[in-house]
DNA sequence: CGGCATTGACTGAATTTTCAGTTAGCGTAC
DNA sequence: GTACGCTAACTGAAAATTCAGTCAATGCCG
């Protein structure tokens, strides 16, 4: 376990990716930003192919955390300050999707490779099938929240309404991050997109 | 003005961005497409990345052609008729927003390699200004048609929506490109978004 | 008209560059 | 002494880009 050089190639691989993006991704990139060998990369991984596998997971995982974070947080200030005020199902859905439009150096890492991923998945089934179920998965996630507000609402209208909301995050992030969409500015919209998208469910109720 | 071949170039490299994506455009792919020399390619243009350049604006002309000819037709079809009944605003806006949801192959190869494009412009600034005036064009255009029907509703919710529409959009061709969301289901998605916005701005007049 | 110069479109065959992937071996800890 | 973590230097193939010229058309002078 004396070796955290693996992990070190991985997460300049993310990096990598965020700043240069799949295409420009080369090997010996990854080495230098990661002050190692080219040589080394290949004996800790398969090929570029591999890799681009395994920083496909970094990334998930990171997202993952995020969330958890996320939940955990609310998790145990609920339990330990039980006079809490409980979260509007509005704010928590805000927070939830507002986590991945933030300034911070990681976010903006990760945004950018999930980006670039999701594009080069297009063209390489491999990714594809890993790509589908970390976003079936995210959806899962919003609908469960979604779930404990607007129960009575049909099921399906809730899956709607997080296929909705998810794309247009989506969207949002492109263009912040092509630089076209002030950040503030995005996370307004995306703000008044779930105002939106509550207002319907409870109007189909 | 003989010469025609440039243009065919151009449309070949479309055609090779939408098939192998803008990391497996090969130069010589596009000049084998477009049954020319190599040479010729580098006879024309500077070079891969002028050629890179180029099809953008293709490609965003060609959108900008689709709801051209749509608005076209709804002038000229109004004139000649007039007695049809006006299409209803809620009508227009999903037609204008579904062109691009469509399993036509010209659409199909337009949104991908717009896709392609815009990932691309991410980590390319040159592209990057290009890609911005496509879009505020195009939600120009829906401003525009949103305020034929909601004139009274303050400019900037307009702007907001429409806004939100075109990242959903985007969003959602991206999902039906990398083979996770099925056509009918995106586009049915994309026609509930406009009721929801719609249902928002009468509301929020 | 008919020959000659000029030019723009075009090509096949190099040349150069760029990269993923390999090899041969060094140091060191056990 | 051997297995592991690691590197410098290299290879080979794929692509980009350039070169040296062909060809067909156009203009122009006699």
Partial sequence: ??????????????????????????????AADAGVSTALVYYHFK?????????????SDRAQRYTADQARTEVATGRVRAARPPRSPRRELERAL???LQDRAEVRENSTAWGE???TAVFDP??????????????????????????NAPPT???????????????????????????????????EAVAVELAHLRHAT
Same sequence: chains 1, 2.
């Fill in 1 to 30: 376990m004396g070796t955290d050089r693996r992990a070190a190639i991985l997460e300049a691989a993310a990096g990598v990716i965020a700043r240069r993006g799949v295409r420009g991704l080369r090997v010996a990139d990854i």
């Fill in 47 to 59: 090929g570029r192919a591999d890799i681009l596998r395994r920083t496909l997971e970094l990334i």
């Fill in 98 to 100: 507002l986590l991945e």
């Fill in 117 to 119: 991923l999701c594009a």
């Fill in 126 to 151: 491999e990714l594809r099938t890993a790509l589908s179920d970390a976003r079936l998965c995210w959806i899962d996630a919003l609908v469960e929240t979604l779930g404990r507000s607007h129960g």
């Fill in 157 to 191: 209208a809730l899956t709607a309404a997080a296929e909705r909301l998810t794309a247009t995050l989506e969207g949002l992030s492109t263009r912040w991050l092509g630089g076209i969409l002030p950040l503030p500015h995005a996370r307004e919209l995306l703000r």
